[in-house]
């Protein structure tokens, strides 16, 4: 089972930057598939990126294509969302998700942390 700890969020302008953090821990960690999900206010929860465990495996949502990229670092079990040229319609809590199976639907998540907030202002 892996424990997830979200940080990195905040308030940002439109066209600003933010780095979000994922710490995980539990067992094995870095085999685990790691997405990074976002639930809009008032929305469904949506994949923002995933990648696999080795990295060499990423999947973006068009919506993110070209703005924000997703990696890890196995050695200190930290997933990472570097997210630039930020819009308001980003605004959102943003959660790192765990899954045995590569896939981009959020029901093979099991594993959840709590979040973080990002609020973009115009």
């Known amino acids: 089972q892996a424990q997830l700890v979200e940080s990195g969020g905040g308030l940002v302008q439109a066209g600003g930057s933010l780095r979000l953090s994922c710490a995980a821990s539990?067992?094995?960690?870095?085999?685990?598939?790691m997405g990074w999900f976002r639930q809009p206010p008032g929305k469904e929860r949506e994949l923002v990126a995933r990648?696999?465990?080795?990295?060499?495996?990423?999947y973006y949502s068009d919506f993110v294509k070209g703005r924000f990229t997703i990696s890890r670092d196995n050695a200190k079990n930290t997933v990472y969302l570097q997210m630039n040229s930020l819009k308001p319609e980003d605004t959102a809590v943003y959660f790192c998700?765990?899954?045995?199976?590569?896939?981009?639907?959020?029901?093979?998540?099991?594993?959840w942390g709590q979040g973080t907030q990002v609020t973009v202002s115009s």
């Open positions: 539990g067992r094995t960690v870095s085999s685990y598939v």
């Open positions: 998700p765990a899954s045995t199976l590569l896939a981009n639907t959020r029901t093979v998540y099991p594993y």
């Open positions: 990648t696999n465990w080795s990295g060499s495996n990423t």
